[in-house]
Nanobody, 125 residues
Framework: QVQPVESGGGLVQAGDSLRLSCVAS????????MAWFRQAPGREREFVAA????????YFLNSIKGRFTISRDSAKNTVYLQMNSLQPGDTAVYYC??????????????????WGQGTQVTVSS
């Protein structure tokens, strides 16, 4: 099984940028896609972005398109979430997740089976 470990969270001001990293260890050869989710206080966890490991196909939550990008470095088993123009509404715990099964389109927003512990992102106004 893959074990994701997130880093890079912190406290920033509105308009700032932040890059989250997620290093995957374990059975990384079995990974089909990796994704970022977030959970704000009092709200359900929501999908943010995903990337397929081999082809690099990306998927995004509509509300963050144009501000966030997701990328991967296969040699480092690392996925990144670059977040620009951060807003207070982006405040949440951000989780990295991995899945070993094929997905396409909206399927890549669900059914992840390996999760990291999360990293806090706080955006002040």
């Amino acid at each position: 099984q893959v074990q994701p470990v997130e880093s890079g969270g912190g406290l920033v001001q509105a308009g700032d940028s932040l890059r989250l990293s997620c290093v995957a260890s374990g059975r990384t050869l079995s990974t089909y896609a990796m994704a970022w989710f977030r959970q704000a206080p009092g709200r359900e966890r929501e999908f943010v972005a995903a990337i397929t490991w081999t082809s690099g196909t990306t998927y995004f939550l509509n509300s963050i398109k144009g501000r966030f990008t997701i990328s991967r470095d296969s040699a480092k088993n690392t996925v990144y979430l670059q977040m620009n123009s951060l807003q207070p509404g982006d405040t949440a715990v951000y989780y990295c997740a991995a899945r070993g099964t094929y997905c396409f389109g909206y399927m890549c927003e669900v059914d992840y089976d390996s999760w990291g512990q999360g990293t806090q992102v706080t955006v002040s106004s």
